[in-house]
């Protein structure tokens, strides 16, 4: 049975594909809706800072060229799900826009922080000019990270989290807000359909991981205020591969089918749901919302299987990290006037606004494959 609904669900998927890449088109993509975050305690998270930093909104234009052909290292977690082609191809495109070789590493997972901290301090070693790093963790990466930056070495954090200010700044947005904004979607939705008690099950992603789990306080916080009652039955940390997740639905599938009303995570936990739910009887009766944007949701957003998901517009995320490294080896800015935080603001997409949503700021054209070299001819 689950073959046979895995290939249904594949067919359909790839028939759906060509609407998540219909608009990433290469063209340009400034000036940027970003927002700032200054004044705020140090060695915190994005989150933390928001809180109680000053944010302030703006626009973003980019250097329209490096000065010298800087050598830029780049360190992602893996490539093993679809969420990070769209930030490597942002890498690659601004790497070759601006004129500068690039060299992208992959831990190969989040179990890895020694690999990564080898390949950034191996970078270090090879005399690279600037790095851009998503971490591991929230606090594995902190010494190395301060090496560089005593070398002179400046590092832009992306996307994930982690506590150190040895950086350029943190570019990325509040996973806070991002599980915060699922569950107000969720309560939303369910106050809209007449629901006067909702039952969850949350799927943040693996445990220690500071984006995901920022993103269960943001969800818990949400639930927490909710006007209607909101019982999270379960939350399950897991890495991200798609059986296992697959296999922690299918557990609180078993527990609590019969009760939850929404299931809602991390993007790829959002977009395997679907399977095991299916296959478990429950389509129709549980709904999914998921805390990002990647190829395994866009599609079941448009057909309305997925409710929703909230965007970190990783593609522009990535963008702005390399252009804001120029910024700085171009000697443009001082890293002292450059904001303890900065990124794209968040988006949600829903099947009403699916036509409208700029899915180049999320995902990458289709067919795109990985880059991990970019030479300056």
């Known amino acids: 049975m689950r073959k046979t609904v895995v290939l249904i669900l594949m067919c359909v998927f790839f028939s759906l594909i060509a609407f998540s890449n219909a ?84 831990a190969g997972g989040y179990e890895n922080n020694i690999k990564q901290i080898d390949q950034l301090e191996d970078l270090a070693v090879k005399g690279v000019d600037g790095v851009i790093i998503v971490p591991l963790s929230y606090t594995a990466q902190d010494n190395a990270i301060a090496k560089l930056h005593q070398q002179g070495i400046p590092v832009v954090e992306l996307l994930n989290d982690c506590r150190t200010d040895e950086l350029v700044t943190k570019v990325g947005t509040s996973f806070v807000q991002m599980g915060y904004a699922a569950g107000k979607l969720i309560i939303e939705d369910a106050q809209k359909n007449g629901l006067k008690k909702v039952n969850t099950a949350y799927f943040p992603g693996p445990a220690g991981a500071a984006w995901a789990e920022y993103s269960w306080k943001g969800f818990k916080q949400a639930i927490d205020e909710s006007p209607i009652p909101v019982e999270n039955l379960a939350v399950k940390w897991g890495e991200m591969a798609k059986e296992l997740q697959i296999k922690m639905i299918e557990d609180v599938l ?100 699916f036509d409208e949503f700029p899915m180049d700021a999320i995902v990458a054209p289709k067919g795109f494959s990985p880059v991990f070299k970019v030479d300056v001819d």
């Open 23 to 106: 608009n990433a088109e290469e063209k340009q993509w400034w000036p940027l809706e970003i927002f700032t975050v200054t004044d705020a305690p140090q060695n915190v998270g994005i989150g933390e800072k928001m809180e109680s930093g000053v944010v302030s909104y703006e626009q973003y234009t980019p250097p329209m060229k490096a000065k010298k052909p800087f050598r830029i290292g780049v360190l992602f977690p893996h490539l093993k799900d679809p969420y990070w082609l769209g930030p490597a191809y942002g890498i690659a495109e601004e790497a070759k826009r601006l004129g500068v070789s690039m060299t992208l590493l992959s």
């Open 254 to 353: 078993m527990t609590f089918g019969d009760k939850v009303h929404y299931i809602a995570g991390d993007a790829l936990a959002a977009g395997v749901a679907i399977i095991p739910i299916r296959e478990k009887g429950f389509k129709g009766k549980i709904k999914i919302v998921s805390v990002d944007l990647s190829d395994y949701v866009i599609p079941w957003i448009k057909t309305g299987d997925i409710l929703a998901g909230s965007s970190t517009q990783g593609v522009y995320q990535a963008r702005l990290a390399m252009n804001i490294l120029v910024d700085v080896l171009n000697g443009d800015k001082n890293i002292d006037e450059i904001p303890d935080v900065m990124g794209a603001n968040v988006q949600i997409l829903t099947q009403n606004n």
